[in-house]
Every structure is written in structure tokens, then in C-alpha cells.
């Protein structure tokens, strides 16, 4: 069994915990295909598949931003979690 957590004051989607366990299956034939993978919930949800034309001459706007903030924030405290441990 793997044996893993998920760091206090880290806000992680269910979504995100169910498809990191099927990553972390130690029996490999139990473990996600790349076509799982690839059709999983986490990459059908909506982000943004370019920037808008805009953004060449100035940054986008706050609103755009904070669509996406807590998500990269979470990514990056998990990475950082897991390559400590």
C-alpha cells in the first residue's frame, strides 16, 4: 500500500485526490493508462486554452487571474510538499 497525505492548510479538490490516487497505485496494472489520464475529470475542467490577444500588450486583469490563482497556489504547495518528503 502507499502510504501518502496531504498536507494540512492545503486546499486540494476531490477531484485532484482521486486522480493523484490513481496515479500512486503501486500495483501498476492498476495504476491510470495515459488515455485514462488524458480523459480524466481534472483535464475537462475549464481552463484557459489561450490568453486573449490582449495580454500581448498589457497583463491580464485581476478577474482573469484570480480564475486560476488558488489552483497554481495549491499546485505549488504540493509540489513542494511531495518533494520534500
Do not use: W
Request: glycine content about 2%; hydrophobic content about 30%; aromatic content about 10%.
Amino acid at each position: 500500500m502507499c502510504n501518502y497525505s496531504f498536507p494540512d492548510g492545503v486546499n486540494v479538490s476531490k477531484t485532484m485526490k482521486q486522480f493523484i490516487s490513481k496515479m500512486l497505485q503501486r500495483d501498476p496494472a492498476r495504476r491510470s493508462t495515459v488515455d485514462e489520464i488524458l480523459s480524466d475529470e481534472l483535464f475537462n475542467t475549464p481552463f484557459p486554452k489561450s490568453l486573449p490577444v490582449c495580454t500581448l500588450a498589457c497583463p491580464p486583469n485581476s478577474n482573469f487571474i484570480k480564475q486560476f490563482k488558488e489552483s497554481t497556489d495549491n499546485i505549488e504547495k504540493l509540489t513542494k510538499h511531495f518533494s520534500e518528503s
